[in-house]
């Protein structure tokens, strides 16, 4: 009898139990019970473990497979489960109950991983050593994803340099925690390591490359993988693997590229239409952004709520505040997805851009959730770049009153106060800064030159051809005071003079990393500057003048969106 559904399911149930244990098909027929309930789509966790606990002394498979069902389950309760039914096989109360053995760890670590459990899971590392499976290779995969998601990733790597045979696991694992907490660099290193060691890559390893290479600017070797995945035919077709190409070129300011790979796969899901439009839109081509989208209903795609945060800020940074209401409007109704925090997020910055600031100080007020941090910065930079230094004095006052302890709130108000000249008001808010412990977190900016990625942070001496860079960048200043540059002080932060202010200014990390770039590039080609917070006003202003002086187009990606500089203007029109 085949078994499709669960109802077949419990006919065939029925069936074993009225023809007894005795019977000679009774093993095979639990066994393909067993599997369905625990493993099939729409089989049925709960009724598997019952099978299992109604049959203790069932072998380790049974076990293994349970555990396996509960570890790929995305509901938090199965993890714990899972380590209840390991802990129930530790101390075997009944006869007959399999001890763990080498295909278990892998399974109860993950689902330490999950649950986020680092005592528990250091305590069964510790437990899998005494008990002598600490060379088998699928635990010890299972051990280096675990650090990883925890942030031991000097654990992580230990044990992988101590991996006699590591295979593709390994290694996507350990540069995949190197992605998640934020070391690009490192995992693209490790990933030139697995390909001289001549390891067959697999999809997930490419997915974790690209994202690095996304998240550093590292496009030369964005581009070096992407003919990786093209020889390999397997890998290619993969919508996973389309998603990640197109949000690698996208962030790396090659949005043709990125088009070409989309336009590419042929059964696209909603992952990668999400990719391409939310690429589009961060490029300010915002029309072609929501034509996408539309393109996208007429293939029968349903989108998700990333979808509608990607069209969302399309018709933001195009200023398109009656196709955001029609946009935000239509979401439960049509397509029966709740709005988010950062869909709210979407229309309260689109108003405040569009001037109507009352507006949507209102409709912040309205929303069914608190807005957090970043919405109340938003609302409240708007202001202030509209000027309306009433209202931005004034939600600056409530929201610094509600407690945060988010050091982009309080650069935000000391920037507030500096832009209105009240002093005063201004190295309080520093003072309440320094009280608190909280420290700006350091700049830094990444510019790839033949293929080597290059680091720069503030005031950045370290770097091997740093005299060069400092040479230059006073040129640079020359030039440009000649075209009617002044630093703009008020950015910066520190009670200090001016002097030594126009300094700290010049040596913000874009600025090292421009100066390098024009240094190291050839006249004509673009520089691309990847940056991890905000660009500054200064910086911007400095950015804008050196694409007109110098006629090179400039493409700095900030933790908010691109800036493409072109003789002397920027694509994000003075507003970020
Ligand atoms: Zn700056
Ligand atoms: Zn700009």
């Avoid at 405040?352 to 919405?375: I, Q, S």
């Avoid at 309440?432 to 293929?451: A, H, Q, T």
């Avoid at 009670?495 to 030594?500: G, L, N, R, W």
């Avoid at 917070?533 to 933790?559: P, W």
């Amino acid at each position: 009898m085949e078994v499709t559904t669960m109802s077949e399911a419990l006919q065939l149930h029925a069936q074993i139990l009225k023809l007894g244990t005795s019977n000679n098909d009774a093993p095979r027929n639990f066994s393909k019970l067993f599997t369905f309930a625990a493993l099939s789509p729409s089989g049925d966790l709960n009724y598997a473990r019952l099978l299992l606990t109604s049959n203790p002394a069932l072998n380790s498979y049974y076990y293994n497979t349970m555990l396996r069902a509960y570890s790929l389950s995305s509901d938090p309760t199965h993890h714990f489960h899972a380590l209840s039914l390991f802990i129930f096989m530790l101390r075997r109360p009944t006869h007959g109950v399999p001890a763990p053995d080498n295909f278990t760890f892998p399974f109860v670590l993950k689902c330490c991983a999950r649950l986020k459990l680092a005592r528990q899971g250091k305590q069964l590392h510790g437990f899998i050593t005494k008990m002598g499976f600490g060379s088998d290779c699928y635990i010890m995969n299972a051990l280096i994803h675990m650090y990883s998601v925890f942030g031991d990733l000097g654990v992580a790597r230990e044990l992988f340099d101590r991996m006699p045979d590591r295979d593709v696991v390994s290694w996507t694992s350990l540069i995949d925690g190197l992605v998640d907490h934020d070391r690009p660099v490192e995992a693209i290193e490790l990933f030139g390591r697995m390909l001289e060691a001549g390891v067959e890559v697999n999809d997930a390893t490419v997915v974790s490359v690209l994202r690095a290479c996304a998240d550093s600017g590292a496009l030369s070797m964005g581009r070096k993988v992407h003919g990786i995945v093209k020889e390999k035919k397997r890998i290619e077709c993969k919508c996973n693997v389309s998603t990640a190409l197109i949000d690698m070129y996208a962030k790396s300011g090659c949005i043709e590229s990125a088009k070409k790979v989309f336009d590419g796969v042929v059964d696209k899901d909603v992952y990668v239409w999400t990719a391409m439009i939310s690429g589009l839109a961060s490029h300010g081509l915002c029309k072609e952004a929501i034509d996408l989208f539309l393109e996208m209903e007429t293939c029968n795609v349903k989108p998700d709520e990333r979808t509608m945060t990607a069209v969302l800020s399309a018709c933001r940074n195009a200023d398109l505040v009656r196709e955001a209401y029609m946009v935000f409007s239509d979401m439960k109704k049509r397509y029966g997805i709740e709005p988010t925090i950062q869909h709210f997020g979407c229309v309260v910055d689109l108003l405040a851009r569009a001037g109507c600031l009352k507006e949507a100080e209102d409709f912040m007020n309205a929303m069914p959730m608190k807005p957090d941090a970043v919405l109340w910065r938003t609302l409240i930079w708007a202001c202030k770049v509209h000027e309306d230094t009433e209202r931005a004095e004034r939600l600056m006052k409530q929201h610094l009153e509600m407690g945060v302890d988010d050091s982009g709130s309080y650069i935000l108000a000391s920037n507030v106060y500096a832009s209105v000249g009240k002093w005063s008001n201004k190295a309080e808010v520093r003072e309440l800064m320094n009280k608190k412990g909280l420290i700006k977190p350091p700049g830094s900016s990444r510019i790839e030159v033949d293929g080597a990625l290059h680091e720069f942070v503030m005031g950045d001496y370290n770097h091997p051809e740093a005299d060069n860079i400092f040479v230059k960048l006073d040129e640079m200043v020359d030039k440009l005071k000649k075209e009617g540059y002044n630093p703009k002080l008020s950015e910066v932060l520190l009670e200090i003079d001016d002097e030594e202010k126009a300094t700290q200014l010049l040596h913000h990390s874009e600025k090292l990393a421009l100066a390098y770039g024009l240094i190291r590039t050839s006249q004509g080609s673009k520089i691309r500057i990847v940056k991890n917070l905000r660009s500054c006003e200064d910086c911007h202003e400095f950015m804008k003048l050196i694409s007109k002086i110098y006629q090179r187009d400039i493409i700095v990606r900030d933790r908010i969106r691109f800036h493409h500089f072109k003789n002397g203007d920027c694509s994000c029109k003075d507003y970020w």
